[in-house]
Nanobody
């Protein structure tokens, strides 16, 4: 089984930056797509960004130009660099990974709070 461990969340002021990491661990797997969802109180979980194994990235319009998604295939890790953070970005961020030949795995979630 593949497990995902997230890190990097925290409290930041508007306009600040934060970098989230999500590392996959396990045996005998290769990961295709990876990415991030987020869920704010009262809202449904929605896609923030995704990236293929070859590095093609997709970002939701509300974060495009501010966030960057990247990955290190050797480390089975996906990153989310978040700049110019806004209060509307406050949410629990969940990473996901799609191991080849098995179902999607989810991280435990990490809280990002943007507040002055």
């Amino acid at each position: 089984q593949v497990q995902l461990v997230e890190s990097g969340g925290g409290l930041v002021q508007p306009g600040g930056s934060l970098r989230l990491s999500c590392a996959a661990s396990g045996r005998g797997f290769s990961i295709g797509n990876m990415g991030w969802y987020r869920q704010a109180p009262g809202n449904q979980r929605g896609l923030v960004a995704g990236i293929t194994r070859s590095g093609m990235a997709t970002l939701v319009n509300s974060v495009r130009g501010r966030f960057t998604i990247s990955r290190d295939n050797a480390k089975n890790t996906v990153y989310l660099q978040m700049n110019s953070l806004k209060p509307e970005d406050t949410a629990v961020y969940y990473c996901y990974a799609e191991p080849l030949g098995s179902g999607r795995s989810w991280g435990q979630g990490t809280q990002v709070t943007v507040s002055s």
